[in-house]
């Protein structure tokens, strides 16, 4: 394939990557710089030569080692090696995809890994072992063992996840949202620093007010949308919902970074959806 067919290629699997990087490393936001980091490095990769016979089985390979790094760098997690010969390669559990991203982050690492490529992605055991470099029998077995907890933590309630911030983070954020319910734009853009960044996630990012001015000039244009005042993973967010769905989730979400009184960066969810799928979000007042 040529370059445009192969960047169209990862632009179709992103979303599979973001489910698996997500439960991975536990984090819808912290998955997709994982993304990033993995797509960059195919493209490197690309330009050096390599060539692939199964793409989509190499892009995994390298997410997974990306999120594994991602992971060790942030002494978030212990390896557990599993070794045991279990034969359970039932077909995939259906209601495994809707499990909190947090959630399998309290499996061990292959058994998460196993978990997602059979029952989120799809896969089958042989390439489980190929993407994870490990043994057919430890691959098997992590399988097992994952689907047995992630069904046994199904059975109980989980744990209520109050996000913990600064309440100047929480004043600052409201604000920004309040001020996008009314439509006053101009206040927000009094708010912008010099030197603001935006990052519309997988489509462009901008820096310094005059080129990310356009930015609310477009959403002053739009009326799908309504803007709510939450958290995401404890952090918080501006949650949007689709006006046009029955859905009551919110369709994706905007992270705020301040520099004392100014807005130092956006971080725009609105062209990767997916990464809202099992976040855990919540309304605030």
């Known amino acids: 394939m040529n370059d445009e067919q192969f960047e169209d290629r990862l632009r179709e699997l992103r979303p599979r990557l973001h489910r698996y990087c997500a439960r991975m490393i536990g984090s819808a936001v912290d998955g997709e710089d994982a993304v990033q980091d993995a797509l960059l490095k195919a493209l490197r990769a690309r ?5 692939v016979d199964d ?3 190499w892009l995994l390979r390298i997410a997974h080692n990306t999120s594994l790094d991602l992971l060790r760098r942030n002494a978030r997690h212990k390896v557990v ?13 259906p209601h495994i995809v809707e499990v909190s991203f947090h959630v ?14 059979k029952d989120v992605l799809g896969h089958s055991v042989e390439e489980i072992a190929s993407i994870a470099t490990c043994t057919l029998p430890a691959a098997k077995s992590a ?18 996840r109050v996000p913990l911030m600064a309440d100047a983070d929480r004043q600052k954020v409201g ?42 000039t477009r959403y002053a244009e739009e009326t799908r ?18 006006q046009t769905s029955a859905s009551q989730k919110p369709a994706y979400f905007v992270l705020i970074e301040w520099r004392e009184a100014r807005i130092a960066s956006i971080r725009d969810f609105l062209f990767t959806p997916y990464a809202i799928e099992a976040a855990d979000w919540v309304l605030l007042a």
């Open 175 to 216: 604000t920004y949202v309040r001020l996008f319910q009314a439509g006053d734009f101009d206040a927000i853009r009094a708010m912008l620093a010099d030197d603001v960044k935006l990052d519309l996630v997988n489509r462009l990012k901008l820096e310094g007010r005059e080129d990310v001015d356009r930015y609310f």
């Open 143 to 160: 399988l097992q063992r994952g689907r047995a907890a992630l069904r046994q933590w199904a059975q109980t309630p989980d744990e209520t």
């Open 47 to 51: 330009a050096e030569g390599v060539v």
């Open 81 to 93: 090696p599993i070794t045991e010969d279990v034969e359970d390669t039932t077909a995939p559990d």
């Open 104 to 117: 399998f982050l309290r499996l061990p690492e292959l058994q998460r890994c196993a978990v997602i490529l």
């Open 225 to 242: 949308w309504r803007f709510a005042f939450g958290a995401v993973e404890g952090r918080a967010a501006m949650l949007v919902f689709d």
């Open 55 to 57: 793409l989509e089985a």
